[in-house]
């Protein structure tokens, strides 16, 4: 798809000269002689570049650009603009040309111009590689045109080696194929032209050849990456390129300005017009564009508007010198590394030593052969190009160890800071934990206080029970209201006795529950026949059972003789269980005692009744040291309470463990788990 | 003048004997029961002129009976003397607002409570 160019201009010469440059060139011109006709093509459609004279007969060129550039911001426009007028390219660069060219112009510089700007606002749509075909003869690019964009490649043509050189840096081609014989610079020339220069020196080349036999060695003298004869097959041709193409798949391209084949700008200062006019015929000549400048001032505003690759300075000049227009240049940053060459008639060692003095990278004299000047200009093009390349890379370097540094910077403050993150999230674990810790032992402690409120509580109210018998019967009997010889006498000093005798059981279970809570139990051991043991506290609780008129009997397995035991607390065991079961059966019913093995090592002491029973919600509470099941079920199988904490408190000492299983209705079996042998005190 | 009527509730047999001697050597006739439910009944056949009643028995206890009483016209203008062995920090106060008139600890003093209830039966 070629791209559209509106061309305004109210010079049919350059209108119709520009027009078919361009159409050769492969764009779509459009002409306009005055603004009215520039705005009327401007509606009809969009246009990839607009080039605006500055002179037009019904307005003024920067109006129509400063409209184009408020319509549509991202067309680029070049003007175009009689050389004299260095005010107004000063103002049109201002105004928001993208390039100003002075007349009269070069050709090929335009062109390659107009392909820069397309290509920076649209970059080119990739349909296949792009081959650029180089080669004088029309028939013969024709021909190869249509051979390649048959076979889908989309093709840019050129005739001469430094059209050809312009047109690579701009299209950047996926290849070259090149003529080895053109008028101008030939094809070996211009491939060595392309591998000097670093943005196209990767592009593959393939060299063209008449003749064979010589071929191979002409085309791999010049650095061509192949060669090809001019009468081979289009699928010989279609191969050499697709050969070429695969392996450089992936090129790598850098800046435009990289180049030493773009366009580049020259800034000419010297007070004489006429020398100028000359200077700029040459040197457009080999396709610089060329600015005039005609004084030291002029020159300084030009640089502050637009930026130039070569500076080529006068030094005698009326206002300000070369010198001094040279130590300005060169003290400002913006323009210090633009190459600065002193162009004068004195041809003397002092006034060289001078310009170099003053900052200038080269010093020529004037002269009518322009050769000098010319590859001077050159050098120094070439002197800038390679101290850019040589920056960048080291821009490049020093970019990629910060890079680097930053990296490393990166990933040790990622690792410092994920460490501290774990770190703190193992701290905040750790207090979550003794906190939860803490409050347990908290809601501990409370219940603990709790339980000895209430303990306190229910051995006030125990004491005072028995107490209020013992003190109120003695009150009566000490006043005389009692006679000494009536019955009641010595009943009422019964019930004294009694209630006493209760006040002592309470305290000695008292003792003996903070004496095991304390630790300091003292155990006994000796080997006792269990059997006979049980035998003597069930003797003393016969009397109770009769009273409850309950039995009571024993079941004991014959093969446990002996075992080691505190005796003393080994009645105390049972007692506890069977006078608690004998307190909770109603009459005539029935408790056991029981002894049985529990595996090797262990005996089963159970006491079963066929009491009321114990619902499983209590369970749990029965051998809890002061806490009671049911008041009113303890106030009326009064006691103190104590007894069932006791006995736990007690196996445990001897290494063992209690418990109870019961079904409320039928009854419980109260058991103990105590080891055969004892060790000593478990103190 | 009859004998002023006295019903001492408690589940304890040994406290109904000591305070029944004590009230009757005083001249009062005596009424007895060992729970809530027996003093209820109690209560339906006659109205006591004053009332000594247990806190901890069991069923219901000494404090429920109080509150009864004094929720009901027939009864409650009889004095209610509450006599415990709860004479932790809190139980008089319990005691007081469930209603009753009077609040005696154990060990009771015997020389003591007839005066404490004849002062009741003035009021």
Redesign the interface.
């Known amino acids: 798809m070629s791209s559209s160019v509106l061309i305004v201009d109210d010079s049919l010469t350059v209108r119709m000269d520009l027009g078919d440059a361009f159409q050769a060139a492969g764009f779509s011109p459009t002409l306009a002689s005055t603004v009215a006709e520039a705005k009327r093509a401007l509606e009809q459609r969009p246009y990839a570049l607009v080039i605006i004279d500055v002179m037009l007969p019904d307005g003024d060129g920067l109006d129509l650009l400063r409209e184009v550039k408020t319509s549509w911001p991202s067309t680029p426009v070049m003007l175009l603009s009689a050389e004299a007028e260095v005010a107004a390219r000063l103002r049109g660069l201002r105004t928001g040309a993208d390039e100003y060219v002075g007349k009269p112009y070069d050709m090929s510089y335009v062109l390659a111009r107009a392909r820069q700007l397309i290509r920076l606002v649209s970059p080119r749509g990739e349909n296949g590689s792009q081959i650029l075909i180089v080669d004088d003869s029309l028939t013969f690019r024709e021909q190869l045109r249509e051979t390649l964009e048959g076979a889908g490649y989309s093709v840019l043509l050129s005739e001469s080696g430094e059209e050809a050189l312009h047109m690579a840096v701009d299209a950047r081609p996926a290849a070259i194929v090149v003529d080895g014989i053109l008028p101008g610079i030939d094809g070996p020339t211009f491939i060595r032209r392309v591998r000097e220069d670093a943005l196209l020196r990767r592009t593959p080349c393939i060299l063209l050849t008449a003749s064979e036999g010589k071929g191979e060695v002409f085309a791999l003298d010049s650095g061509a990456d192949a060669y090809m004869q001019k009468d081979a097959s289009a699928e010989l041709v279609l191969a050499r390129i697709g050969a070429v193409l695969r392996p450089r798949s992936g090129a790598q391209s850098s800046s435009h300005n990289a180049s030493l084949h773009g366009p580049k700008k020259i800034l000419a200062v010297d007070d004489s017009m006429t020398y100028l006019q000359e200077i700029g015929a040459q040197l457009r000549r080999d396709g610089y564009d060329v600015v005039l400048a005609s004084s030291g001032e002029e020159a300084l505003a030009l640089l502050a508007g637009s930026e130039v690759d070569c500076i080529l300075l006068d030094v005698l000049m009326p206002g300000l010198s070369g010198y001094e227009t040279c130590r300005r240049i060169k003290n400002d940053p913006r323009w210090r590394d633009v190459p600065l060459i002193m162009h004068t008639a004195r041809d003397e060692q002092g006034s060289m030593i001078d310009g170099i003095n003053a900052g200038a990278d080269d010093y020529v004299t004037k002269s009518a052969d322009f050769q000098v000047l010319r590859a001077r200009l050159r050098a120094q093009l070439r002197r800038r190009q390679f101290e850019d390349e040589s920056r960048d890379l080291r821009e490049s370097q020093l970019q990629k160890e910060l890079e680097a540094a930053e990296s490393r910077a990166q990933r040790e403050l990622a690792d410092t800071r994920a460490q501290l993150l774990s770190e703190l999230q193992d701290k905040n674990s750790a207090l979550l934990t003794a906190q939860t810790h803490l409050e347990q032992q908290n809601l501990r402690v409370q219940a603990a206080s709790r339980l000895k409120s209430e303990f306190l509580a229910n051995m006030s109210h125990e004491l005072r029970s028995p107490l209020n018998a013992i003190l109120g019967f003695a009150e009566l009997l000490y006043d005389g209201h009692v006679k000494p010889e009536s019955p009641q006498h010595k009943e009422f000093l019964g019930h004294i006795l009694t209630s006493g005798k209760h006040l002592l059981q309470l305290i000695n279970d008292v003792l003996d529950l903070s004496k095991v809570e304390a630790g300091k139990i003292e155990l006994r051991p000796e080997t006792v026949d269990p059997a006979r043991i049980i035998g003597e506290v069930v003797a003393v609780l016969r009397a109770t059972a009769a009273q409850t008129r309950n039995t009571l009997s024993t079941d004991l397995d014959p093969s446990i003789d002996r075992i080691v035991v505190d005796a003393a607390r080994l009645k105390q065991i049972i007692y506890n269980y069977v006078s608690n079961a004998l307190k909770f059966t109603p009459a005539g019913g029935h408790v056991t005692v029981r002894l049985k093995p529990d595996g090797e090592a262990n005996l089963c002491l159970e006491v079963e009744d066929t009491g009321i029973g114990i619902s499983p919600s209590d369970i749990d509470k029965l051998f809890v040291e002061f806490q009671q099941l049911d008041t009113g079920t303890t106030r009326k199988f009064a006691g103190t309470g104590l007894g069932l904490a006791v006995t736990k408190r007690i196996v445990e000492a001897h290494g063992g463990r209690v418990g109870v299983r019961s079904v409320v209705g039928e009854g419980s079996t109260f058991y103990a788990i105590l080891p055969r042998v004892t060790l000593e005190s478990a103190t | 003048m009859t004998s002023p009527l006295v019903l001492i509730i408690d ?2 047999a ?2 109904v ?2 305070l029944s ?2 009230l009757a ?1 005083h001249g009062y006739e005596i009424r007895s029961a060992t729970s809530v439910a027996e003093a209820e009944a109690s209560l339906a056949e006659v109205i006591p002129h004053v009332i000594l009643v247990d806190v ?4 219901p ?1 000494g404090l429920t009976l109080v509150r009864r009483l004094k929720a009901d016209p027939r009864t409650k203008e009889i004095p209610v003397v509450v006599v415990t ?4 920090k809190g139980d008089d106060v319990r005691a007081r607002e469930a209603g009753c008139d009077d609040y005696v ?4 003093d ?2 003591a409570l007839p005066g404490r209830i004849a002062e009741l039966l003035k009021k």
């Open positions: 589940d304890n040994l406290n004997q000591l001697f004590l050597a901890c028995m069991p069923g206890d062995a709860s004479a932790m600890t154990k060990p009771v015997t020389r």
